[in-house]
């Protein structure tokens, strides 16, 4: 069964920083995802990677996937307070997902 | 576009009481739907997904059930809540497709006294 490990599982850091969640996983998994979930609230998905090699980029935060290392990562670069959250990644295929434990972020000025 | 709902928001609930929480989303059809629970601190815990109506798969054992009476209608119950049943459930749904990706909706927060 997929199983998949996150980290560090708290991060602090300074703004203006740069820094890599990183996200394991067990076995073959078709796909993979990054969610933020702020605190008290519901999940909010931030990437979808679908094949090897795969990039995205929204702001600050970049995904990547390598299905051969079964590694995905998470970059911020130069982080903001706003950016404080809890990231999640994902693995999975069809119809169930397996989260990882997340990654508590916390940005300090 | 499509909307997830999810009520009660927030639920105070005494240990052996019953439980009905429901989840609907406007917009899609025949989506998947999934419950998911999140202990205070901790990740998520899939609980139940359902890719039809009357169609449920059960993730982990425990005395919660769920029910999906119409396409785009979720509930999840419980005769008698236990205590380790308090936490933030999500409710979720997704199409088919090449990602299968995720929506949540907003959660109920459950506390069992």
């Known amino acids: 069964e997929l199983k998949v490990e996150q980290n560090p599982l708290f991060l602090s850091m300074q703004e203006g920083k740069n820094y890599t969640i990183y996200c394991n996983y067990s076995?073959?998994?078709?796909?993979l995802y990054w969610y933020r979930q702020d605190p008290g609230k519901s999940l909010e998905s931030l990437f979808v990677?679908?094949?090897?090699?795969a990039v995205k980029q929204e702001g600050r935060l970049m995904a990547s996937l390598d299905t051969k290392a079964r590694l995905s990562t998470l970059h911020i670069t130069a982080a903001v307070h706003d950016l404080s959250a809890t990231y999640f990644c994902?693995?999975?295929?069809?119809?169930?997902?397996?989260f990882g434990t997340g990654t508590l972020l916390a940005v300090q000025p | 576009s499509q909307t997830i709902h999810q009520w009660p928001a927030t639920l105070v609930q005494p240990v052996g009481s019953p439980l009905s929480l429901e989840c609907t989303v406007e917009?899609?059809?025949?989506?998947?739907l999934y419950w998911y629970r999140q202990a205070a601190g901790r990740g998520l815990q899939l609980l139940f997904y359902?890719?039809?109506?009357?169609?449920i798969s059960s993730e982990v054992p425990q005395n919660l059930s769920a029910s999906r009476p119409q396409d785009r209608q979720f509930i999840l119950s419980s005769k008698k809540l236990l205590l380790s049943d308090s936490g933030f459930y999500l409710c979720?749904?997704?199409?088919?497709?090449?990602?299968?990706?995720?929506?949540f909706g907003p959660g109920t927060r459950l506390t069992v006294t």
């Open positions: 979720a749904w997704s199409v088919g497709g090449a990602s299968y990706e995720q929506y």
């Open positions: 994902a693995g999975g295929a069809t119809n169930k997902l397996i």
């Open positions: 359902s890719v039809g109506i009357g169609q």
């Open positions: 917009g899609t059809s025949n989506p998947n």
């Open positions: 990677l679908l094949s090897n090699g």
């Open positions: 076995t073959t998994s078709d796909r």
